[in-house]
């Protein structure tokens, strides 16, 4: 049986990054490391198997590339302030895997099916490669474990009554690669979802002169915002731009990192402070909404029912060469705000009562959050921090976050009861921060028979005045700093992370701050990990969590209740990580670019280097 040092399971932008670190920050064999994919090329999402014609990536030309690796414009064929192409980014990202030597440690089409932690601290790993002569399985041993399936691995397909008399191809937008030829006969086709892949569905639909029909459940979080570039005073701003700018973060009350504190206290604890933080997200949606044109009636059934405070990246970037909206007006894309309750032969009824022909359904539902890996021995997923979906234990609705955190520690009477505790001053502390959070998003529907609810107020207001309720069974990751399992047994063995289990703009800043983190937690012996007490980690962890549910609930399209989701916080949140590692957060010439520029993956370059020469005299361990 094989053995690795360490085995890192997924191919895309994560299991990229951690590979390069491992091999650039401490190992002197990189044949000791391997990358498990199912996929048969590299990319993860951006697989070639898993292109689709369209698509693209809400980031522009300069944003979404590894720090050491610019993307060359001529090479790819780019122009600055371009969305990139989905082939451009798996051809870049095939290139990086080849000049880092990634390449040779890549071994395509194994699908992990099963890992299992030995007596002696090692996973042993169930495989099965997916090769030409059919299914064979295998399996090989490691020391340490990272899991890099991302978000978009495993697909969310809900079974519609009916479905069994539908006619029609009926898939999940994950195969739209292998199956969009089958849409080019149809002429009504029915898209269920709101998010980023539903819009690119609808938008390939109707750009070639068929007709699309968003299906967008009231139950959910409503329509996304869709954001296009905008000027203020001459200076264009982009989501992507705002969000990475320090200036701009203040106004979010994340938890993460300590740099400009004093700054960020003051707009969070005073009321002045509370006046601006209510100005500059009014303002915010004002410019966003007026950019878009959601004045238009007939686009009130896509204006978001939340304030731009509340959005998670659900949001979508207007990348696309034919005005999106411009298909709505002439009438190739129609909103319902239903669900679906029933098919037929050639239909699609709604719960608002209408009924849709259809000649194909889409669904864009989302994923899977939890890894689709099984862990054992049973139980080991509640203790690893993973999501209820994934637990080797069978679920019910009545397990509650208490029973589960319970089963993660290992604690079934008064330590579960103290996890209560600090929760719930962890809830109270947050909330104390911030006093938006303490309440449910105000949400905003559009009415069909009242004129005044669908015009876009100047000044919204950012909750409700309904406390935010939290469902108890709820089960998001539970990993310290999103990352690695906080249970005292994990902690000691340190054999096992979780990387890019969180959905950021900044996918990439973020990405190579978690590989370079897990990497020193791995092998590193002056790793702050190994002062922290378990009591302490446990007390981040559980407020860490609490922070993403009551920043990011379901009911403006978050994520906050399965895992974290950043948007304005993606470069706290990258601070933090570096302060961990005792590395420079504040990473511009002057003070003046720390504040008002945004941060690129350009910023970062040489991290890795940075670190192995902290650690060079530190006693770090290699492999």
């Known amino acids: 049986m094989e053995h690795f040092d360490v085995v890192i399971v997924g191919a895309g932008l994560h299991g990229l990054a951690m590979a390069r670190t491992l091999v650039d920050a401490v190992s002197n064999n990189p044949k000791r490391i391997v990358i498990l994919d199912e996929n048969r090329s590299i990319g993860g999402t951006w ?44 051809e870049y990202f095939t290139d ?42 295998r399996q090989l041993t490691c020391d340490k474990l990272v899991i890099a399936t991302g978000l978009t691995s495993e697909a969310r397909m809900p079974t519609f ?56 459940r009231q139950s959910g979080g409503g329509p996304s915002w869709v954001w296009r570039q905008f000027s203020i005073f001459g200076v264009r ?15 979010d009350p ?62 979508s970037i207007h990348n696309y060469e034919i005005d999106w909206f411009e298909l709505v007006r002439k009438g190739r894309i129609v909103v319902h705000h239903a669900d679906v309750t029933t098919m037929g032969e050639k239909m699609v009824q709604l719960s608002d009562g209408s009924i849709v022909d259809a000649d194909a359904v889409v669904s864009c539902t989302g994923w899977k959050c939890a890894p689709p890996i099984r862990f054992y021995p049973e139980g ?33 009477g008064p330590q579960s009861r103290h996890d209560d505790e600090v929760r719930s001053k962890a809830r109270a502390e947050i909330k104390r921060q911030c006093s938006q ?37 709820e089960t998001p990751y539970h990993l310290y700093r999103f990352l690695v399992p906080c249970s005292p047994k994990f902690l000691h063995l340190r054999n096992i992370a979780f990387i890019g289990m969180h959905r950021s ?47 990011r609930p379901k009911e403006s399209g978050g994520s906050g209740a399965s895992f974290p989701d950043l948007v304005f916080d993606s470069i706290p949140y990258t601070d933090l990580l570096l302060e961990d590692l005792g590395l420079k957060t504040m990473r511009k010439r002057t003070l003046w670019a720390e504040i008002a520029r945004p941060y690129l993956p350009a910023d970062y370059r040489g991290l890795i280097d940075e670190w192995r020469a902290k650690t060079t005299h530190n006693n770090a361990r290699v492999f």
């Open 505 to 551: 703009i900044h996918a990439v800043i973020v990405a190579q701050a978690q590989a370079l983190w897990i990497t020193a937690f791995f092998f590193s012996s002056n790793h702050p990990q190994t002062i922290l007490d378990a009591e302490t980690v446990s007390r981040e962890t559980i407020s860490h969590v609490e922070y993403e549910r009551l920043r």
């Open 380 to 412: 080991i997923s509640e203790e690893l921090g993973l999501p209820c979906e994934a637990n080797s234990i069978t679920q019910t609705p009545n397990n509650s976050l208490r029973e589960v955190e319970a089963k993660r520690t290992g604690n079934m």
């Open 254 to 315: 994340s938890p993460f990192g300590s740099s400009f504190s004093s700054v960020r206290r003051f707009l969070h604890g005073t009321i002045i402070g509370s006046w601006l933080i209510w100005a500059f997200w009014t303002a915010l949606d004002y410019f966003a909404a007026a950019a878009t044109g959601y004045s238009d009636p007939r686009l009130r059934m896509l204006r978001p029912w939340t304030s731009t405070f509340w959005m998670g990246n659900s949001l």
């Open 161 to 216: 009554p009916g479905s069994a008399n539908f006619l029609g191809p009926l898939f999940h937008a994950k195969d739209l690669h292998r199956r969009s030829h089958e849409l080019k006969g149809c002429q009504e086709v029915v898209v269920v979802g709101g998010n980023k892949s539903a819009w690119d569905v609808c938008y390939s639909v109707a750009s070639r002169g068929a007709r699309a029909h968003m299906v967008i």
């Open 237 to 251: 701003l982009t989501l992507a731009r705002l969000s990475s700018t320090r200036l701009f973060s203040w106004f």
């Open 47 to 90: 697989a070639a198997e898993r292109l689709y014609p369209g698509l693209k990536t809400n980031n522009v030309v300069g944003s979404y590339e590894f720090s050491d690796f610019p993307m060359d414009l001529k090479r790819y064929g780019l122009k600055p302030g371009q969305h990139i192409p989905g082939l451009v980014v798996h």
């Open 437 to 473: 959070l303490g309440f449910s998003p105000k949400r905003t529907l559009p009415s069909k028979d009242s004129e005044i609810q669908t015009k876009w107020t100047s000044f919204p207001r950012l909750h409700s005045n309904t406390p935010l309720l939290l469902d108890s069974t």
């Open 96 to 137: 990086f895997a080849k000049y880092f030597g990634l390449d040779k440690l890549f071994r395509p089409q194994t699908k992990v099916e099963a890992a299992s932690l030995l007596e002696n601290g090692t996973w042993r790993l169930d495989c099965i490669y997916l090769g030409k002569d059919g299914p064979k399985t």
